[in-house]
């Protein structure tokens, strides 16, 4: 990879993603969402982001889209509408940013006739699981609007390596956790929130998830960028271990030797039939087509994600509900 874009730079796994690669020793573009403040998200603390090229737009606008992609062979696409309970508020947000967004990019790259392109997709597009555990070939079921998008972005991305042969790759990672994740999430939340000395107020309790480690994440996206034969394919990133989140509150505390006592907060659960209940990963895919290992259990990863958060408690507002 001769120059590589990354958009959602400025994000959670972006700005991650975007170290690593400089940390590698290649040549970065970043693409953050523009404001007036020319702010640059989490990259405006990096270390590596001096050598970067940061440039700033918006994933819905294909004229901005368009220089930043210019003059780079491969693109990193992670820009997008992530939290579920606010694509309940506006749904149409999430299908302009995700669905026109990813748009941009593919239009863009094909006719750049880029060299690699990989779509951040998400383990919410496989719904509640109908067996574990999760290979690609799960059923896509939207239970909310969006997984509906993600679902509608990965199959626009799979069409243009049909109809163009387009070199896109699809990352589909289950649940990243780790430094700089947004509060909207339910480890930073819990982990909050036991930090400020409040009582836990979450959601549901007994869905599992399949959590991976944020770096362990970021080199399943390398990986999987490296595999040329993975072209036109969706390819699972997880740990194929799952948790509940009432076992993840007792994990959480043991860890940081605090008592904790939860409650179910009304407004922070989903609609019934919009609640995913059971994730688990099966990675036999990349851990057999490229030479992916996750370096992090759980409990690792939650030692390091706690003492980042300590030390960065003032970042987050513990007593709002971030939707």
């Not at 696409?77 to 990813?102: F, K, M, Q």
């Not at 387009?166 to 480890?187: C, D, H």
């Amino acid at each position: 990879m001769k120059k590589i874009l990354v958009t959602g730079a400025g994000g959670f796994i972006g700005s991650h993603l975007a170290e690593r690669l400089v940390e590698l020793g290649h040549s970065v573009r970043a693409f953050a969402r523009y404001n007036s403040r020319n702010h640059w998200g989490w990259l405006e603390t990096s270390e590596q982001a001096k050598d970067m090229e940061i440039v700033s737009g918006d994933i819905r606008d294909l004229d901005s889209v368009r220089r930043a992609m210019a003059g780079c062979d491969s693109v990193f696409h992670l820009a997008a509408l992530i939290g579920i309970p606010y694509s309940y508020v506006s749904p149409l947000a999430y299908i302009r940013t995700n669905i026109e967004g990813t748009y941009n990019v593919l239009e863009t790259a094909r006719d750049l006739e880029m060299e690699n392109v990989v779509i951040t997709s998400t383990s919410e597009t496989y719904g509640t699981a109908q067996t574990v555990p999760i290979s690609e070939t799960h059923p896509l079921v939207g239970q909310s609007p969006y997984s509906a998008t993600k679902i509608s972005a990965d199959q626009l991305s799979l069409s243009y390596h049909l109809s163009f042969k387009l070199p896109v790759k699809i990352a589909r990672p289950f649940n990243t956790y780790g430094p700089r994740q947004s509060g909207r999430a339910v480890i930073p939340t819990i982990i909050t929130q036991l930090l400020s000395g409040r009582p836990l107020q979450l959601g549901n309790l007994g869905p599992t998830r399949d959590f991976t480690y944020v770096k362990d994440t970021v080199e399943g996206f390398i990986a999987i960028a490296g595999a040329g034969d993975l072209a036109g394919q969706v390819t699972n990133i997880g740990m194929n271990e799952e948790i509940s989140v009432g076992d993840l509150i007792r994990l959480i505390a043991s860890i940081t030797g605090i008592k904790a006592t939860a409650q179910t907060d009304k407004t922070r659960v989903r609609p019934e039939s919009s609640e995913v209940q059971r994730l688990r990963c099966d990675n036999t895919k990349i851990l057999s087509r490229t030479g992916w290992r996750p370096r992090y259990d759980l409990k690792k990863g939650l030692s390091e994600t706690i003492d980042w958060i300590k030390k960065n408690l003032e970042l987050y507002k513990s007593e709002i509900y971030n939707v």
